[in-house]
């Protein structure tokens, strides 16, 4: 039997690139989402089309009752727990602290963070009861170090996702379950892209490597933590970032 890799968020952006490579790597794919359901048919008949088996169903990941139904019925498809877990699903405001408000913090931190804590619980539990191992890799970002201005609920929710990596890999760990955090820096999509029509010049020019970055880039290091070549790596972060949240500020051009 393939093993299973579950994405939430996973009928677009990001998410709908580490489907498809998780696809492509020969996993069976079940993609959670909230919104956009003509997308995850989309994609899962790719995936189909392809030779491989996936599932798309609706699950809000900030509400604890539509996970647990996410989970069983994904069991019930694959007739296993999941091998691997992506918290892909993220939402962000734009606002500042001062401005932001309360049902917007509430929003992010239940996608976000509530969210990634719910699916990893949910996804635990179920490997622990199969006996098998695991593989937990949670999508964080610059965040998780670095103060964003005008991002102060996406922020909040991301460096509290660096703390539940290390501590759930922690708990985990005797259980053969690995939690570790793939970190992307600038990364071009379409949502970047509505930001700023010239969002991969601006963030290439401040980057080491000179470019933004792409889905593509993301799925290599996540593929990387859910295979067994990560065997003995837990709890870590990994920045996907091309550098540029590596160096310092510098009042001097380079």
């Known amino acids: 039997?393939?093993?299973?890799?579950?994405?939430?968020?996973?009928?677009?952006?990001?998410?709908?690139?580490?489907?498809?490579?998780?696809?492509?790597?020969?996993?069976?794919?079940?993609?959670?989402?909230?919104?956009?359901?003509?997308?995850?048919?989309?994609?899962?008949?790719?995936?189909?089309?392809?030779?491989?088996?996936?599932?798309?169903?609706?699950?809000?990941?900030?509400?604890?009752?539509?996970?647990?139904a996410f989970f069983e019925a994904v069991e019930r498809w694959h007739g296993e727990a999941p091998d691997v877990l992506v918290n892909n699903a993220g939402i962000q405001t734009w606002s500042s602290l001062l401005d932001l408000a309360e049902e917007d913090w509430d929003r992010v931190i239940a996608t976000n963070l509530k969210g990634?804590?719910?699916?990893?619980?949910?996804?635990?539990?179920?490997?622990?009861?199969?006996?098998?191992?695991?593989?937990?890799?949670?999508?964080?970002?610059?965040?998780?170090?670095?103060?964003?201005?005008?991002?102060?609920?996406?922020?909040?929710?991301?460096?509290?996702?660096?703390?539940?990596?290390?501590?759930?890999?922690?708990?985990?760990?005797?259980?053969?379950?690995?939690?570790?955090?793939?970190?992307?820096g600038a990364i071009l999509n379409e949502r970047t892209l509505q930001e700023a029509p010239d969002y991969a010049a601006s963030w290439g020019r401040i980057t080491p490597l000179r470019r933004a970055g792409t889905a593509e880039d993301i799925a290599g290091p996540v593929l990387f933590f859910a295979s067994e070549a990560a065997a003995f790596v837990t709890g870590q972060t990994l920045w996907v970032d091309g550098g540029v949240f590596t160096q310092a500020n510098w009042p001097q051009d380079a």
Request: glycine fraction near 14%.
């Open 1 to 68: 039997m393939a093993k299973l890799a579950v994405v939430t968020g996973g009928n677009t952006g990001i998410g709908r690139h580490l489907a498809l490579s998780f696809a492509k790597a020969g996993y069976a794919v079940a993609v959670g989402y909230k919104a956009d359901e003509d997308a995850a048919r989309t994609l899962t008949a790719e995936i189909e089309a392809a030779g491989g088996r996936a599932l798309g169903l609706a699950c809000d990941v900030g509400q604890s009752a539509e996970v647990a």
């Open 116 to 184: 990634t804590f719910l699916n990893t619980q949910a996804a635990a539990r179920r490997m622990i009861a199969h006996g098998k191992g695991g593989s937990i890799v949670n999508i964080g970002s610059g965040c998780n170090k670095l103060a964003f201005p005008r991002l102060v609920d996406y922020t909040a929710s991301k460096g509290g996702i660096e703390q539940l990596t290390k501590v759930s890999a922690t708990e985990l760990g005797p259980h053969g379950i690995r939690v570790n955090c793939v970190a992307p």
